[in-house]
């Protein structure tokens, strides 16, 4: 208003603005608080949402601690319905796996595992999920899916443990070479002090093929 040189100037201005933005103005205004009251409300939501599920997964937790799996099954499935975005959920698939895989039911473990990957975005739980899912169709000897899982690209920290895999995939098919080859590159991501190295020699070893000083050249 600083280009009007009198007060009444400028309440005329105002007036005239109003007239003709006041009511979208109003609107404007109500939506803004509809964002910011509504908003808050979905925050509290979200937090009440999260402490019903962090409640859920430890009564979850102390049932598999008892034993009682069938209560572990009952919470577990609660959390992937009715608590599906937070990442106890996820937690939860996780821990529903592993009592499939020990109860010999790799197809119900390979559908938790899918869940996770359907449902968590997060990097690292991609690969641990990809991970676990590759040797659980290994297991059921669907060996062209499993290879299917490892990720193509860079896998990060994750890449001796994806190599390692591929290597008894393509063992289980009878592709010795590959298998070898897979090993090696596994044995060459490890640090020299991991206690991954002796199992991964050994595999090699099977091969007649000694590896021990690949990683000593590239520490």
Do not use: C
Not at 1 to 23: F, H, L, P
Request: hydrophobic share 40%; no cysteine.
């Amino acid at each position: 208003m600083e280009g009007y040189a009198t007060e009444e100037q400028q309440v005329e201005a105002i007036k005239k603005w109003w007239k003709k933005n006041g009511s979208n103005a109003i609107t404007a205004g109500l939506l803004v608080l509809a964002v910011i009251f509504g908003g808050q409300a979905w925050m509290g939501y979200r937090n009440a949402d999260r402490e019903s599920a962090s409640a859920e997964y430890e009564a979850m937790m102390q049932s598999l601690q008892a034993g009682e799996n069938d209560a572990a099954f009952s919470r577990g499935d609660t959390l992937l319905q009715k608590y599906s975005s937070t990442p106890y959920a996820t937690l939860a698939a996780f821990a529903l796996s592993k009592l499939k895989i020990d109860a010999n039911e790799p197809v119900a473990a390979e559908a938790h595992l899918r869940w996770i990957l359907q449902n968590d975005s997060d990097d690292n739980i991609q690969m641990v999920a990809k991970l676990r899912l590759a040797r659980v169709l290994l297991a059921q000897q669907k060996y062209d899916d499993a290879l299917a899982v490892v990720p193509a690209g860079d896998s990060g920290s994750f890449k001796s443990s994806f190599d390692e895999v591929k290597g008894d995939i393509y063992l289980a098919k009878g592709d010795k070479k590959s298998a070898q080859e897979a090993y090696r590159q596994a044995l060459q991501s490890l640090p020299v002090n991991s206690n991954s190295r002796q199992l991964l020699q050994m595999k090699l070893d099977d091969f007649g093929t000694s590896e021990t000083s690949v990683g000593e050249n590239n520490s």
